[in-house]
């Protein structure tokens, strides 16, 4: 998720593309098509991300008006939700993941969907009635191959070394959360201080993905929670080959990213086809390549890059133990860190 | 006595008074009243939260006193120079500095001590802005100036006899600094100690921009991240009793104990100096010289990159609309505030002039608002009007309206020494000339025109640059130059940043201007 790796002006687009949404907005709702309304993370609707070609593949059969918001980060994403409660104006939230899954449903914040999962790639075993999965990762440590020559081969290396790390805030982002689950399931009890060792080398905690890879690009530091999908990026679109993913002999957390109506959309009609979309070949081709995830789709065709990328050893942890336990595990990293 | 036309209606002025009061009572309810079931007092032995509170005590006592340490000499070192137009502009470039919205200073700060900061290869490998060190630059840098204006002021008001006496005595230098330079100004350095101290303490944006992660954390960031990152409004509120007990109690400490006057010209300035020997005179043009680098640094560490994307006319454009909603915004607090501010003092002058001691609870009802930092003004109503409210619709409006209340003290001491001077002038005056009550008004209003002026100024200022009240109710439909400004600092668009704190530096170098016009020069 979160690649939006075009550094130069992206902010403002961004925010230019928000203006321009909204003004957009005010115009469709003088005229009579449907709106709906999408909340989802930043570089998702970035003019890189696949937000502009979704909305759209979308709108060229839907009639009807494709609304971003944008949010820092997915986590961000369900706190709205619940800050917001019945006043929620969202009928899509995309971009929360199966960390947060459990959390969103027990709340009541989504509503069951009507997309079947025929086409999705079997590896997944997906069949959430409430969310529909639209694209899937591994969390990974990139690193610059021409500045480190011998990167870390596990977490519990990289925790004891004294390499430069930035990673992102597990209240506000999902990485930082995958972050958190992947310390928890290789540390056990011993999390905390395994966290306190970290905070001796990490140059900052941030908001968002987009802010921990913008300052590891810059040359802050010499790791940073990312994707290990993310060199693929860098071959495709910038034809660099030394930003790597670290191979961990922990294994690595895998993230499914997912999407789900939200529980007071009145849209429900429109909002399965807009789920429905989000996984037909057309989107799932789009996805990958500025996104840079992994399609959840049979048979997408990706670019060569992607042959490349490592192959880790997945770490499977449940909605439920997730969802029962982040509160704890966030207390704890937070105590931790905050020494 | 009787009550004459300027008595007209003899509650004038307290529904204003009334309004202040009920905001802040609502807010307290909301604080007191939400989940009180719920209310988690195992909060206050977590480990983290001895951590931030740890931390906002650390970083608000070194920058208080870093902030002072390096005013003193420098307002010596002003006060032995001779009156010339620089020194005025330096004095000038003082008030800019502490009223400028927080985040284009935190933008220079990072163009110049970031990592690619243009001073940071100087600073060796191990250098990171990020942090205690971060934070400290950036709030004295902030308060500096003040502290220096304060001491400076003081420093004049020594009158021309005591240095002729000084003279005559044959006074050593550390004599002539005990008996007269520390006297004259020791009462203030505590102060401002203490003032800084609680400015620091309530700080939100430089923490927010310069922390760094959770090593690092204020109590009122911890607030806002309680409540926007967990929701988890308890503990929001737990931290936010903790924020008001402290910083309030410091603040009416501090306030009691006397009123720092750093806005105000000095009264008759001083022509006789004391003549510093050579190395001494020297010394003091080097440090001047250094206080001069120092508050231009970072605001020149703009140029480069403004220069860099002045031609990327399609990010001017994006420009405007944040720009006219932080314009708006300005504009609706200031006329709020100071309406209020002004309606509020009417109590408080009838007071007066009837000799009235309810005059001095009157004064405090006014400012009481300065004790209760905004973002526990801001939870508190959030808390309470969530249940109630299309938050997102009406954000903006709240917005405006707590960024009204909360300069209402601000105004008031701005307009409260003129309206007195007013009172104390024409009072009798206008009654023996039974004016009406409309003809009356007409002539306080010309005669406080440029005490308005000179508060609305200030008060714009304070308003456009917020970025606490924005956090907690801002839209992202009508996001605003700081809250803009921050977004790009944050993620490394410093050019962006730059261009946008550049035209923000514009605005508020405009106010500014406008600000010393209206009071007499400056000695």
């Given at each position: 998720?979160?690649?939006?790796f075009?550094?130069?002006v992206?902010?403002?687009?961004?925010?230019?593309?928000?203006?321009?949404?909204?003004?957009?907005?005010?115009a469709?709702?003088?005229?009579?098509a449907?709106?709906?309304?999408?909340?989802?993370?930043?570089?998702?609707?970035s003019?890189?991300?696949?937000?502009?070609?979704?909305?759209?593949?979308?709108?060229?059969?839907?009639?009807?008006?494709?609304?971003?918001v944008?949010?820092?980060?997915?986590?961000s994403?369900?706190?709205?939700l619940?800050?917001?409660?019945?006043?929620?104006?969202?009928?899509?939230?995309l971009?929360?993941?199966?960390?947060?899954?459990?959390e969103?449903?027990?709340?009541?914040?989504?509503?069951?969907?009507?997309v079947?999962?025929?086409?999705?790639?079997?590896e997944?075993?997906?069949?959430?009635?409430?969310?529909?999965?639209?694209?899937?990762?591994?969390?990974?440590f990139?690193?610059?191959?021409?500045?480190i020559?011998?990167?870390?081969?596990?977490?519990?290396?990289?925790?004891?070394?004294?390499?430069?790390?930035?990673?992102q805030?597990p209240r506000?982002?999902?990485?930082?959360q995958?972050?958190?689950?992947?310390?928890?399931?290789?540390?056990?009890?011993?999390?905390?201080?395994?966290?306190?060792?970290?905070?001796?080398?990490?140059?900052?905690?941030?908001?968002?993905?987009?802010?921990?890879?913008?300052?590891?690009?810059?040359?802050d530091?010499?790791y940073?929670?990312?994707y290990?999908?993310?060199?693929?990026?860098?071959?495709?679109?910038?034809d660099?080959?030394q930003?790597?993913?670290?191979l961990?002999?922990?294994?690595?957390?895998?993230?499914?990213?997912?999407?789900?109506?939200?529980?007071?959309?009145?849209?429900?009609?429109?909002?399965?086809?807009?789920?429905?979309?989000?996984?037909?070949?057309?989107?799932?081709?789009?996805i990958?390549?500025?996104?840079?995830?992994?399609?959840?789709?049979?048979?997408?065709?990706?670019?060569?890059?992607?042959?490349?990328?490592?192959?880790?050893?997945?770490?499977?942890?449940?909605p439920?133990?997730?969802?029962a336990?982040?509160k704890?595990?966030?207390?704890?990293?937070r105590?931790?860190?905050?020494? | 006595m009787?009550?004459g036309?300027?008595?007209?209606?003899?509650?004038?002025?307290?529904?204003?008074?009334c309004?202040?009061?009920?905001?802040?009572?609502?807010?307290?309810?909301?604080?007191?009243?939400?989940?009180?079931?719920?209310?988690?007092?195992?909060?206050?032995?977590?480990?983290?939260f001895?951590a931030?509170?740890?931390?906002?005590l650390?970083q608000?006592?070194?920058?208080?006193?870093?902030s002072?340490?390096?005013a003193w000499?420098?307002?010596?070192?002003?006060s032995y120079?001779?009156?010339s137009?620089?020194?005025?502009?330096?004095?000038?470039?003082?008030?800019?500095?502490?009223?400028?919205?927080?985040?284009?200073?935190?933008?220079g700060?990072?163009?110049?001590?970031?990592?690619?900061?243009?001073?940071?290869?100087?600073?060796?490998?191990?250098?990171?802005l990020y942090?205690?060190s971060?934070?400290l630059?950036a709030?004295?840098?902030?308060n500096?100036?003040?502290?220096?204006?304060?001491?400076?002021l003081?420093?004049?008001?020594?009158?021309?006899?005591?240095?002729?006496?000084?003279?005559?005595?044959?006074?050593?230098?550390?004599?002539?600094?005990?008996?007269?330079?520390?006297?004259?100004?020791?009462?203030?350095?505590w102060?401002?100690?203490?003032?800084?101290?609680?400015?620091c303490?309530?700080?939100?944006?430089?923490?927010l921009?310069?922390?760094g992660g959770?090593?690092?954390?204020?109590?009122?960031?911890?607030?806002?991240?309680?409540?926007?990152y967990?929701?988890?409004?308890?503990?929001?509120?737990?931290?936010?009793?903790?924020?008001?007990?402290?910083?309030?109690?410091?603040?009416l400490?501090?306030s009691?104990?006397g009123?720092v006057?750093?806005?105000?010209?000095?009264?008759?300035?001083?022509?006789l100096?004391?003549?510093?020997?050579?190395?001494?005179?020297?010394?003091?043009r080097?440090?001047?010289?250094?206080?001069w680098?120092?508050?231009?640094a970072?605001?020149?560490?703009?140029?480069?990159?403004?220069?860099?994307?002045?031609?990327?006319?399609t990010?001017?454009?994006?420009?405007?609309?944040?720009?006219l909603?932080?314009?708006?915004?300005?504009?609706?607090?200031?006329?709020?505030?100071?309406?209020?501010?002004?309606?509020?003092l009417?109590?408080?002058?009838?007071?007066?002039?009837?000799?009235?001691s309810t005059?001095?609870?009157?004064?405090?009802?006014?400012?009481?608002?300065?004790a209760?930092?905004?973002?526990?003004?801001?939870?508190g109503?959030f808390v309470?009007?969530?249940?109630?409210?299309?938050?997102?619709?009406?954000?903006?409006?709240?917005?405006?309206?707590i960024?009204?209340?909360?300069?209402?003290?601000?105004?008031a001491?701005?307009?409260?020494?003129a309206?007195?001077?007013?009172d104390?002038?024409?009072?009798r005056?206008?009654?023996s000339?039974?004016?009406?009550?409309?003809?009356?008004?007409?002539?306080?209003?010309?005669?406080?025109?440029?005490?308005?002026?000179?508060?609305a100024?200030?008060?714009?200022?304070?308003?456009?640059?917020?970025?606490?009240?924005?956090s907690?109710f801002?839209?992202?439909?009508?996001?605003?130059?700081?809250?803009?400004?921050?977004?790009?600092?944050s993620?490394?668009?410093?050019?962006?940043?730059?261009?946008?704190?550049?035209v923000?530096?514009g605005?508020?170098?405009?106010?500014?201007?406008?600000?010393?016009?209206?009071?007499?020069?400056?000695a």
């Open positions: 998720m979160h690649h939006l075009t550094r130069a992206s902010f403002s687009r961004l925010a230019h593309s928000l203006i321009a949404v909204s003004a957009a907005a005010f469709a709702s003088a005229s009579a449907e709106e709906l309304t999408v909340y989802t993370y930043d570089s998702f609707v003019e890189w991300g696949p937000g502009p070609a979704l909305e759209k593949g979308f709108e060229a059969t839907c009639q009807c008006d494709v609304k971003f944008a949010l820092e980060d997915g986590v994403i369900l706190n709205r619940r800050i917001e409660g019945k006043k929620a104006k969202a009928d899509v939230v971009g929360l993941d199966t960390g947060l899954i459990e969103t449903r027990k709340e009541g914040l989504v509503q069951p969907h009507a079947a999962f025929d086409a999705l790639t079997p997944l075993k997906w069949s959430d009635k409430d969310f529909v999965p639209f694209d899937y990762g591994y969390f990974s990139i690193y610059d191959s021409q500045k020559k011998q990167p870390a081969q596990s977490l519990q290396e990289l925790v004891d070394s004294s390499a430069s790390v930035i990673y805030d506000t982002s999902t990485p930082g995958g972050m958190m689950m992947w310390m928890k399931s290789a540390y056990g009890d011993q999390a905390e201080s395994a966290w306190k060792k970290l905070a001796q080398h990490t140059v900052t905690v941030t908001k968002g993905w987009w802010e921990a890879y913008s300052m590891f690009l810059e040359g530091a010499d940073v929670l990312s290990s999908t993310s060199p693929a990026y860098h071959q495709v679109a910038e660099k080959t930003y790597k993913a670290a961990f002999s922990e294994g690595h957390v895998m993230q499914v990213e997912v999407a789900a109506i939200a529980a007071n959309s009145e849209k429900k009609e429109l909002a399965n086809r807009f789920l429905n979309f989000l996984i037909s070949q057309e989107a799932q081709e789009i990958p390549v500025t996104n840079w995830m992994l399609p959840v789709r049979k048979g997408v065709k990706l670019p060569e890059a992607f042959d490349t990328l490592i192959q880790p050893k997945s770490i499977e942890l449940t439920e133990y997730i969802a336990n982040r704890a595990w966030i207390k704890e990293w105590g931790a860190v905050s020494q | 009787k009550q036309a300027f008595t007209t209606g003899k509650w004038a002025g307290w529904p204003a008074l309004f202040v009061a009920i905001a802040t009572a609502l807010a307290f309810g909301g604080l007191i009243g939400f989940n009180r079931n719920e209310f988690d007092w195992s909060y206050f032995s977590d480990p983290y001895l931030i509170l740890r931390f906002t650390l608000a006592t070194l920058s208080a006193l870093v002072v340490a390096l000499p420098a307002a010596l070192a002003l120079l001779k009156d137009l620089h020194k005025r502009v330096f004095l000038s470039l003082c008030v800019l500095c502490f009223v400028m919205p927080t985040l284009i200073v935190i933008t700060i990072i163009s110049l001590l970031g990592r690619s900061g243009s001073l940071s290869p100087l600073l060796g490998e191990d250098w990171n942090g205690l971060g934070i630059i709030h004295v840098y902030l500096l100036p003040f502290a220096v204006r304060t001491l400076y003081r420093l004049q008001s020594i009158p021309d006899a005591s240095w002729r006496l000084a003279r005559q005595l044959k006074l050593t230098r550390m004599q002539r600094f005990l008996q007269l330079e520390w006297a004259a100004t020791h009462s203030s350095t102060l401002l100690l203490g003032f800084i101290f609680v400015i303490f309530n700080s939100f944006a430089v923490v921009a310069l922390g959770p090593k690092a954390t204020t109590l009122e960031v911890a607030i806002y991240q309680a409540l926007k967990d929701f988890n409004i308890s503990e929001a509120l737990a931290l936010a009793w903790v924020q008001l007990l402290i910083a309030g109690s410091a603040f400490l501090v009691f104990c009123k006057s750093w806005l105000s010209p000095a009264s008759a300035p001083t022509q100096r004391p003549t510093a020997t050579r190395p001494e005179a020297l010394a003091y080097a440090l001047y010289g250094c206080c680098l120092f508050l231009l970072p605001l020149l560490a703009l140029i480069p990159r403004v220069i860099d994307g002045a031609a990327d006319m990010f001017w454009s994006s420009l405007s609309r944040p720009l909603v932080t314009l708006g915004l300005g504009a609706i607090s200031t006329a709020l505030s100071i309406s209020l501010a002004y309606s509020a009417r109590p408080y002058r009838r007071a007066r002039l009837q000799g009235s005059a001095l609870w009157l004064d405090w009802l006014t400012s009481h608002s300065l209760v930092p905004a973002m526990v003004l801001s939870v109503l309470l009007l969530l249940p109630h409210l299309d938050l997102d619709h009406w954000g903006m409006w709240l917005v405006a309206l960024n009204g209340l909360i300069t209402v003290p601000f105004a001491s701005q307009l409260k020494p309206l007195l001077n007013f104390s002038q024409y009072h005056l206008a009654q000339l039974k004016l009406t009550s409309w003809r009356r008004r007409r002539i306080e209003w010309s005669y406080m025109a440029p005490a308005i002026r000179t508060a100024a200030f008060v714009a200022m304070l308003a456009m640059g917020d970025v606490a009240i924005y907690i801002g839209s992202q439909d009508f996001v605003t130059l700081p809250w803009l400004i921050y977004g790009y600092a993620t490394y668009r410093l050019t962006e940043a730059s261009l946008a704190s550049m923000f530096l605005v508020c170098g405009l106010l500014i201007f406008y600000l010393e016009k209206q009071s007499p020069r400056h």
